[in-house]
């Protein structure tokens, strides 16, 4: 019990626990911008194209409700696809986003590991590796011309 207290004191202290938290708040922010986006600018058109008929009203009834002296005796049965379509556009939104943010920030890495590049600081282990590898380049070609 003591060993899983200090893992998880080490795991919060190197702040992951934090970037979690950060991560959370934020995408839970995304989402209701997405969901903002969904429904009040791309299905609103949507709708028109359909008659002015609600999106998330979409359905197909495969059981009409019974009605016995005006109570509901039997429930309607019916698919919901509006909502799918609603959930779908708002899955594209946050993907295509997402594959935005993660290519940006892969093209800001690749350009601070590129040792040449001297318009971003290169983090000091790349610098380190970016060295050694040179270093070894010259030890092997020292090796090659001696053994010729």
């Known amino acids: 019990m003591i060993k899983v207290v200090h893992e998880f004191k080490e ?3 190197k702040g992951n626990m934090i970037d979690i938290a950060i991560g959370v708040i934020i995408g839970t ?6 969901e903002v986006i969904v429904k009040q600018i791309f299905l609103p058109p949507l709708s028109l194209i359909t008659g002015g008929v609600s999106m998330e009203n979409q359905k197909i009834v495969l059981k009409e409700p ?3 002296n005006g109570i509901i005796s039997t429930d309607e049965i019916a698919i919901g696809y509006g909502k799918l379509i609603e959930a779908s556009v708002d899955f594209l939104i946050i993907s295509l986003t997402v594959f935005v943010v993660v290519k940006f920030m892969n093209r800001l890495t690749d350009k601070a590991q590129d040792t040449k590049d001297l318009t ?3 983090p000091k282990d790349i610098e380190l590796l970016d060295r050694m590898t040179e270093l070894l380049e010259e030890q092997n070609k020292l090796l090659e011309s001696k053994n010729s």
């Open 11 to 13: 795991f919060a202290l």
């Open 66 to 68: 019974v009605t016995l």
């Open 29 to 34: 922010a995304f989402n209701k911008v997405v």
């Open 120 to 122: 971003v600081k290169t």
